[in-house]
């Protein structure tokens, strides 16, 4: 993750007032009050006490108005998290004028209602004060709307002043990211579709790689007698587990049917889903390609699987395409390079269409949110010869 960024907040409040606090009605109430009482009694002392309530309400409102003024809000956060899990926040309250301010305190939409934001009794005059603190965002996007408020009950609470500022926060945050299920073995061509528990936990296939103790689930035959004999233990044989050269990942909003369209949250869940499955080409190491219905179906290829970032920024800022026409994904799905392991992932359940899909050369695994299924090419007989 890239180092933090600043961003501060427009330099003039969208809006400033000034109001009276519970404390200060209480003490204009008892003020008028006073000065009343003391004319129809008539007590010049009362008077004159009230009247000093008054003055001192009158004294308090510049002070409250301009204890607000010369402050600045600046955030620090990484420019890039994923929805729903806590990233490194940092507010900063600056003051640019040449006199300090008391007692104020901010809070920003951005901290969320747990944290809410920072107070600052005192803020020297060109000093700053600061507070980190975990935070979360949950609608992804490359931009968010924000608000901060900053507000201060000095001096003596008796007014209550409020700056509110609107901007927003260039941060991108990626879809939450959930993993297709089944997606624990990278060569398994049907994922945990196989008949076989085993199979699901063990491959057996590939390069001859040394031996290891044997471990429960392992097969009988791969027992190495001699090595077991030297050892004093149960020995077995070890293979290296080939993995796909890359995977070729498709997403589509095709929808057959236009009568029952997919709703937002379905886009929203499925993106999840594919977000889940980029992240786990970068776990296993395996490149990839990213071609979507959302992307105006360009490809993007990601050799390295540690550099996600341009996939996961595409899922950010996605925004559902739907369409009745199968013509790009086909056209799509006949570049697909050899020895790809191929994915089609869509928020329409994969019942309504997989139909669409012709007798390709490979095998195709389609997962939508509810459903996985996996398509592999017609067996062709060859004709006998008389």
Not at 41 to 53: F, H, K
Not at 278 to 295: G, K, R
Request: charged share 20%; aromatic share 6%; proline share 11%.
């Amino acid at each position: 993750m890239s180092p933090s960024s600043l961003n501060p907040p427009p330099a003039s409040p969208s809006s400033t007032r000034t109001r009276l606090s519970p404390r200060g009605w209480g003490l204009l109430l008892i003020s008028l009050g006073a000065v009343l009482l003391g004319a129809l009694l008539p007590e010049p002392a009362t008077v004159q006490l009230g009247l000093l309530g008054l003055a001192l309400l009158l004294i308090a409102w510049p002070l409250a108005a301009r204890n607000l003024s010369g402050l600045r809000v600046a955030r620090s956060y990484p420019p890039a998290a994923f929805a729903g899990q806590l990233f490194p926040f940092s507010l900063e309250l600056h003051q640019d004028a040449a006199r300090p301010s008391f007692a104020v305190e901010v809070e920003d939409s951005i901290a969320g209602p747990s944290e809410r934001g920072l107070d600052a009794p005192l803020i020297p005059a060109g000093g700053r004060v600061s507070r980190s603190f975990d935070t979360r965002l949950l609608r992804r996007g490359p931009r968010h709307r924000a608000h901060i408020t900053l507000s201060s009950s000095f001096p003596l609470g008796l007014w209550r002043a409020q700056h509110s500022f609107r901007d927003s926060l260039p941060m991108t945050i990626y879809p939450r990211p959930v993993p297709p299920r089944a997606l624990l073995d990278a060569q398994d061509a049907a994922l945990l579709d196989a008949e076989e528990a085993e199979s699901s936990r063990r491959d057996w296939t590939g390069d001859f790689h040394g031996i290891r103790a044997f471990q429960p689930g392992d097969r009988l035959k791969l027992i190495h007698w001699p090595a077991t004999a030297r050892a004093g233990r149960i020995m077995v044989r070890q293979f290296d587990r080939p993995l796909p050269e890359k995977y070729a990942i498709f997403f589509h909003s095709i929808r057959p049917e236009p009568a029952t369209l997919a709703g937002p949250d379905a886009f929203e869940s499925a993106l999840e889903l594919l977000c889940g499955l980029l992240l786990h080409c970068q776990d296993h190491h395996i490149p990839l390609s990213l071609t979507a219905s959302f992307d105006h179906w360009r490809t993007l290829h990601v050799p390295h699987s540690a550099d996600l970032d341009p996939a996961l920024s595409r899922l950010a800022s996605a925004r559902r395409q739907p369409s009745q026409d199968p013509a790009p994904l086909l056209r799509a799905l006949a570049s697909v390079e050899p020895g790809s392991r191929v994915f089609l992932l869509s928020e329409v359940p994969v019942r309504e269409w997989e139909h669409l899909l012709p007798d390709l050369p490979f095998a195709v695994t389609c997962l939508s949110l509810s459903e996985l299924r996996v398509k592999r090419p017609a067996l062709r007989l060859a004709s006998a010869t008389p």
